[in-house]
């Protein structure tokens, strides 16, 4: 699943624990812009609230120019969440807001094509992160998460968990964290696979929180994920 999902689906669940969310959208695809389009002017979503009778949050996406222009607007505005889709390239994001943040989330997969991918990957990029700003804390976040009764696929996971930790250190920078997949993970769905199905059937943006069997899987793990980040901000 793209980092894009992930940054969009976590504005969303911060919006239904009652934030208003700035998406800002740096990728230079500027698919965040694309998938909460509603005309030329406005890139917004209403996400009602969980609880009847209360007013629900907006998440707003702007890209960085947009940002740049009126920040002093939406920080006076009271924006408490602002959630960055950032260019895959790290020298292409800009030095200055690197600087500003907060909390790095690098989502990748527990499958061994995933990690021998990706580990390296995910390493140096911690590493470019820390030249710029020495007091983010950085997470690597298990998504397509494949959880099963089955003892085999129980086992796999746990060697390939184990893996995963033996290929990033993730005790040489005290601020590098990996989710632990019984606390949180993005498990596979079929609603974030073809999420943007929107766009093809021309119809308004919409996330990916539809209730199926009287559940949204992912709404719940996203839910578990922000409540993750929530519980950290008031940490120094």
């Not at 998406?23 to 509603?38: T, V």
């Not at 924006?79 to 800009?94: G, K, L, M, R, W």
């Amino acid at each position: 699943m793209p980092k894009t999902t992930v940054a969009a689906h976590l504005a969303g669940a911060f919006a239904l624990m009652g934030y208003d969310v700035i998406l800002l959208d740096i990728d230079p695809q500027r698919n965040l812009k694309k998938l909460f389009q509603n005309d030329e002017d406005d890139s917004s979503f209403y996400v009602p609230s969980l609880r009847p009778g209360q007013t629900g949050r907006i998440i707003l996406v702007l890209n960085e120019k947009e940002w740049e222009d009126d920040r002093n607007e939406w920080n006076d505005n009271d924006i408490e969440i602002v959630i960055c889709d950032c260019n895959p390239t790290f020298e292409e994001n800009s030095s200055d807001l690197v600087k500003e943040f907060d909390y790095c989330v690098i989502p990748t997969t527990l499958n061994p094509l995933g990690i021998a991918k990706n580990s390296d990957v995910i390493q140096r990029t911690f590493e470019k992160i820390r030249t710029k700003n020495g007091k983010a804390q950085m997470h690597v976040l298990v998504n397509c998460y494949n959880e099963s009764s089955k003892k085999s696929t129980q086992k796999r996971n746990s060697l390939l968990l184990d893996l995963l930790k033996e290929q990033i250190d993730f005790d040489e920078d005290k601020k590098v964290y990996l989710i632990d997949p019984s606390i949180c993970a993005i498990h596979r769905s079929d609603s974030l696979y073809y999420w943007g199905m929107h766009i093809v059937e021309k119809k308004k943006p919409q996330l990916a929180f539809e209730i199926h069997g009287g559940r949204s899987v992912p709404g719940d793990d996203f839910l578990k994920l922000a409540d993750y980040f929530h519980g950290r901000f008031e940490e120094p």
